[in-house]
């Protein structure tokens, strides 16, 4: 009689193996200690919150600069003495691709002078000075510490000067265009922002100032404050 029970037995624990199965609770055998669950690690979330801005930074696509410009610029001496060499201030802004080294450049760029001047027993003061905005192609390099570039472009100058005809004190203007080139180098104080120089020149069109046809073109040389973002 008892032989007869064990094969009974032996299918009811075959069916309540396979019923906890079914009902997605796993079955173990009598006696055997069942395996600890298995817990997905916590991610470090502080890690990764601060890997945000850099992971930002190297998705920027472009270099960005804001950029200002103070120097000297020096005009044709027979056509402008005494105004010939002038103070020169500019604005420029710039944006070259961080992985292809084109990109644009466009700006404002004015210079100005004022001299005395012995008009008979009277001194008269003569100012002078070219405005000049511009944009063209930019070619750089980017580096972690220093920066090169070079660019070229057209410009829209407009001239003005007061001077004296004839010893009557007389004040003319005119607009005329140009093409200009320039070449510059810039450390990196830091990420944000730069010190550098800037050398340029440009050969424009005679400007009609007191009936007398005047060079717009210059040499000029400029030290440069930069932003960049």
């Known amino acids: 009689m008892k032989t007869a029970l064990i094969p009974p037995l032996s299918l009811l624990v075959l069916l309540a193996a396979s019923a906890c199965a079914t009902n997605g609770v796993p079955y173990h055998s009598p006696g055997l200690v069942p395996p600890p669950p298995i817990v997905d690690p916590v991610p470090d979330v502080a890690a990764s919150t601060a890997e945000l801005p850099a992971r930002r930074q190297s998705s920027a696509g472009t270099m960005n600069s804001l ?69 063209g192609p930019r070619f750089g390099t980017q580096d972690p510490a220093w920066a090169l570039w070079a660019g070229l472009g057209f410009s829209v100058i407009y001239a003005k000067m007061d001077g004296l005809v004839l010893g009557n004190k007389s004040s003319d203007n005119d607009t005329v265009f140009g093409a200009y080139a320039h070449v510059g180098v810039e450390y990196k104080v830091s990420e944000a922002f730069g010190i550098g120089l800037d050398a340029r020149g440009m050969y424009g069109q005679d400007a009609s100032l007191d009936a007398v046809e005047r060079k717009t073109s210059y040499l000029q040389m400029a030290l440069l404050l930069a932003l960049h973002f």
Do not use: C
């Open 67 to 135: 950029a200002l410009l103070l120097g000297g610029r020096v005009l044709d001496n027979e056509d402008w003495s005494p105004l010939d060499d002038q103070l020169m201030l500019g604005l420029e802004f710039a944006s070259v691709p961080k992985y292809f080294p084109v990109g644009i450049e466009f700006g404002y760029q004015g210079s100005y002078v004022s001299e005395d001047v012995a008009n008979g027993a009277s001194t008269e003061s003569l100012t002078g000075g070219l405005h000049e905005f511009y944009v």
